[in-house]
């Protein structure tokens, strides 16, 4: 079984680490999930989902009936169902979540063994922090021990346009070993639905982290592979 640190942040696009957990949970994978406080805010505002950090449930952040987020809450992106009722509960991964203060957790620590982490969405504030090395959350901690140990270390950055401040970080990231997924989907899939372009950078972070999905054809897959040439 794979393990994998999931981090979400304040940038605009909850919704893609709201999927991401979902397709980790249906791979099967033990998730170890940490939210920042102001994630809670964009929650709140993009999807009118109330998170409450201090006493949350990870859980509650699984479609029902699996958990108690509606699908009718995001209707309009069009997911294809990844967590159906024909799943056994006991396929589904294990999921634990700690505060974001919480420095005693198992993943501010390197010797706490992972399969990798992302970061998705990843704000430039969390960027520049790890960027600098600053830990001074739990999401910067538990990302400078992945790029010490030489883990897998994925950031899903969500801003436009971007500053110079915020290139050289991520120039400095990628240096360090992270690698840098922004969240823009791409087209040559003919996408159906908001669904469908929120896969294809989910598809894109799973296969960093080499985690089986069904997210979508691949590019050889898709019917009309080499059209566009
Ligand atoms: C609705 C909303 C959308 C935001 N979108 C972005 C964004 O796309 N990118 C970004 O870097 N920050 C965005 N922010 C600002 C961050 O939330 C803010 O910089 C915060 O300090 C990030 O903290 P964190 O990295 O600990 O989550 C947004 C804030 C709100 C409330």
């Known amino acids: ?14 919704v893609y680490g709201l999927r991401l957990l979902e397709t980790l949970a249906a791979a099967g994978v033990e998730i170890h999930l940490t939210i920042s406080p102001a994630a809670q805010q964009v929650f709140y505002h993009e999807m009118g989902i109330e998170l409450s950090l201090d006493h949350f449930d990870p859980r509650s952040l699984l479609p029902e009936p699996w958990g108690t987020w509606k699908k009718a809450t995001l209707s309009h992106y069009q997911f294809r169902p990844l967590l159906d009722d024909s799943i056994q509960p006991a396929s589904i991964g294990q999921l634990f979540y700690y505060p974001v203060r919480d420095y005693s957790a198992g993943i501010a620590s390197g010797s706490f063994l992972t399969d990798g982490m992302a970061i998705c969405p990843c704000s430039m504030g969390t960027l520049a922090s790890i960027s600098h090395g600053l830990s001074s959350n739990l999401i910067h901690r538990a990302a400078d021990v992945h790029l010490k140990e030489r883990r897998k270390l994925v950031l899903v950055p969500r801003e436009t346009p971007l500053s110079s401040i915020a290139l050289g970080n991520m120039q400095r990231l990628s240096e360090a070993g992270a690698v840098i997924l922004p969240a823009m989907p791409g087209y040559y899939h003919q996408p159906q639905s908001l669904g469908d372009l929120v896969d294809f950078v989910v598809a894109r972070v799973c296969d960093q982290l080499a985690v089986p999905h069904k997210l979508g054809r691949r590019w050889s897959e898709t019917p009309s592979a080499g059209e566009f040439e």
């Open 1 to 14: 079984m794979r393990r994998i640190v999931l981090a979400i942040t304040g940038a605009s696009g909850a």
